[in-house]
């Protein structure tokens, strides 16, 4: 990480390899996150009606509780487990590819500094564009237990609504885009470094891949321990 966070050689070429690793590890990514939000954002919508049947619970407890579900873990923890092993095993392939190649050798002989040129626009790009996929999802997911309090009888639009907006946490929405920060950070890094130090030839570098995609899964578990202790 020493190497990858120094100062780039020209600035022009940094920010010109930023963008585009944010349009393809951030902006591609965006189909995948409104598609799997939407259905589990029903999915809760549903589950959490089938089982709060109980007299004694408000009829705005669904949409309440669903929200709290999207904004404290699944928005943030859960996307990050799926981007994972989208961005993660992309990362690590690419990277591992050049490595097997030889590609990065070639920029280590002409004097470039491999790690900071391959590795920290990606982790630049990747850091500045989750809290949007987080932002994404969270409007989304929403979005799908709307969609089934609209179109299905089992829970009133009126009393999905309502559940949304009663008793609001400002911080949980915060919480949520700070792990993701973590997250990301430890996505683009690990996955960044199995690629990077593989060696052998094609079939190292799909074991590197699955091997970056697990150890991120882990340590974003790990972290997401951690960091809800520290924040709530």
């Not at 009133?156 to 009663?166: K, L």
């Amino acid at each position: 990480m020493s190497k990858v966070c120094s100062i780039p050689n020209r600035w022009n070429v940094f920010w010109n390899r930023t963008v585009f690793e944010i349009s393809k590890l951030g902006v591609d990514s965006i189909p995948l996150v409104i598609i799997i939000s939407l259905f589990i954002g029903s999915v809760i919508t549903i589950q959490m009606q089938y089982n709060a049947t109980s007299p004694l619970l408000p009829a705005y407890t669904v949409g309440l509780t669903a929200r709290e579900i999207i904004l404290l873990e699944f928005s943030n923890s859960i996307l990050c487990l799926i981007l994972a092993g989208k961005v993660g095993s992309n990362v690590a392939s690419e990277i591992g590819t050049m490595r097997v190649t030889e590609q990065i050798d070639a920029l280590d002989i002409m004097g470039v500094n491999s790690a900071n040129f391959l590795v920290l626009p990606k982790l630049v790009a990747f850091i500045f564009f989750m809290p949007v996929l987080v932002a994404f999802c969270i409007t989304t997911s929403l979005l799908g237990g709307y969609l089934v309090a609209l179109f299905t009888d089992i829970i009133s639009v009126s009393q999905y609504i309502y559940g949304i907006q009663s008793m609001f946490t400002e911080w949980y929405v915060w919480y949520g885009f700070i792990k993701s920060l973590f997250f990301a950070y430890i996505i683009a890094s690990v996955s960044s470094y199995f690629g990077y130090y593989v060696k052998g030839g094609a079939l190292e570098v799909g074991k590197a891949s699955t091997t970056a995609v697990v150890t991120s899964s882990i340590l974003i578990l790990l972290f997401d321990v951690i960091l809800t202790k520290l924040l709530l």
